[in-house]
């Protein structure tokens, strides 16, 4: 088994507090899967709050450290309400009134691409990033004004000088659906599911 490190950055930001400007998103990931004819197909996965306002389409990802590509277009797949089932309360994303619990699942993929070349030693980085983060957030060590923005990021690494094109590798992905809000007084147990369709090894850190 070949040991090919690759990384992903999922992070969970909780945006409690409206803003006209803001998505309210709520976190997200970055994948990729190298297909038969030697491109890659991205993956951007996004999970928002439904208090906050629509995402403005279209976007993408942006690609640092490549010679040539600076960014990935990516297409809308598809918008899947995620909202907790709680005892005794419904929860609907979209209806009459938005209340906090309410979640959205958003994910958009890229045509196929070719990353012709072998990444540097710190990688090519693909990130995703959002105008703003939340004045209400409570968790930073400063003041969280709304222009320090939301980003995502996923990191290509070199194996053993090969070049990227053809691809020779898939990143690992979540198979789980992430549990952004949890019923009070509901048993849960959460497993993220992530795996890796080549077998690379995976290790984890917060």
């Known amino acids: 088994m070949k040991m090919f490190y690759r990384l992903i950055i999922f992070c969970f930001l909780f945006l ?15 994948t990729w899967a190298c297909q038969g004819d030697g491109t890659y197909i991205f993956t951007l996965k996004l999970y928002r709050d439904c208090n906050g306002n ?3 389409l279209p976007i993408g990802l942006r690609v ?19 909202s907790p089932v709680c005892s005794g309360l419904s929860f609907v994303c979209g209806g009459a009134a938005d209340d906090d619990g309410e979640v959205q699942e958003i994910v958009l993929r890229s045509n196929p691409i070719s ?10 980085i693909f990130t995703f990033d959002e105008c703003c983060r ?39 992905v979540f198979a789980q659906v992430p549990a952004l809000v949890i019923c009070v007084n509901n048993p849960f147990v959460y ?10 090894s995976l290790v984890y850190s917060y």
């Open 64 to 82: 640092h450290n490549h010679p040539t590509i600076s960014s990935i277009p990516l297409n809308l797949i598809s918008v899947i309400d995620i």
């Open 134 to 172: 939340n004045l209400a957030i409570t968790n930073l060590s400063f003041d969280p004004e709304p222009n320090l923005g939301f980003t995502l990021r996923a990191v290509m690494y070199p194996f053993n000088g090969l070049n990227e094109s053809p691809c020779f590798d898939s990143s690992p």
């Open 115 to 124: 990353l012709a070349g072998v990444p540097p030693p710190q990688g090519w």
């Open 191 to 200: 497993n993220h599911n992530a795996y890796d369709v080549d077998q690379d």
């Open 16 to 30: 409690v507090q409206y803003r006209a400007e803001a998505t309210h998103l709520m976190g997200g990931e970055i």
């Open 54 to 56: 629509e995402l403005a």
